[in-house]
């Protein structure tokens, strides 16, 4: 699976826009972008997943660059409980075992 | 639906002692996993399933056993705990309907004394 890069982390005003940005410039044609976050010793989340395609559900929309290389998974709206690690994660779905590799992620700190 | 259950929340063990840490889920999910998290880093997985009576090795195995005799459990064992398995474990589980996204339980926190 394809390696990502993150920032550490980032901040973000109440009520604004977070805008999380990844970077996997080896991704390959069959791999999918999934983003996962990790509220405070909690189990991950998963958000959203896609593979070209922006994609938007009640939480969030991922916005995926035409040549694939990077992605940026946006908050619209986002709240106090948004303060987490957001972790962006490529893999196949031939995957053996549906594995997860997670990176450092990136600490999305919300401030009132 | 209660998702992905895990029991204990917190154990204490002293090196060398044995235990399970349980895993149920209750979405009829093919695929189950377990992951350890280290203070500040990142999830490894330690085992996954991607089926009853099917199991295989993850990132770090060792010192770990796994068995999966139904479809809804998936226990981790430990066979002669060290201060090294100190650790979040977290089980997951997920399924080709849908797009894989895997569903993570609550953790169990061991410490190894």
């Known amino acids: 699976d394809a390696k990502t890069t993150q920032p550490p982390s980032m901040d973000c005003a109440e009520g604004r826009a977070a805008n999380l940005p990844c970077n996997h410039s080896t991704i390959s044609g069959n791999e999918y972008v999934y983003w996962y976050r990790q509220i405070h010793s909690q189990g991950p989340q998963y958000i959203i997943h896609g593979l070209k395609n922006n994609e938007t559900n009640e939480m969030a929309s991922l916005i995926i660059t035409e040549d694939r290389k990077s992605s940026t998974l946006i908050l619209p709206h986002a709240t106090l409980r948004d303060t987490a690690v957001y972790y962006c994660i490529v893999r196949g779905l031939n995957n053996a075992g549906n594995m997860l590799t997670f990176g450092g992620g990136t600490r999305l700190m919300v401030k009132p | 639906n209660a998702g992905v259950t895990q029991t204990p929340k917190f154990q204490v063990l002293k090196t060398g002692q044995s235990m399970t840490l349980q895993c149920a889920q209750d979405?009829?999910?093919?695929?189950m996993s377990w992951y350890r998290q280290d203070p500040g880093m990142g999830l490894r997985l330690i085992h996954y399933?991607?089926?009853?009576?099917?199991?295989d090795q993850g990132e770090v195995p060792n010192g770990y056993n796994v068995s999966r005799s139904t479809t809804e459990d998936f226990p981790l064992r430990l066979l002669s705990a060290a201060p090294s398995q100190t650790s979040v474990y977290f089980c997951a589980s997920s399924s080709p309907q849908g797009g894989y996204e895997q569903y993570f339980g609550p953790g169990t926190r061991l410490t190894v004394t």
């Open positions: 979405m009829n999910h093919e695929y």
């Open positions: 399933s991607v089926g009853a009576g099917i199991t």
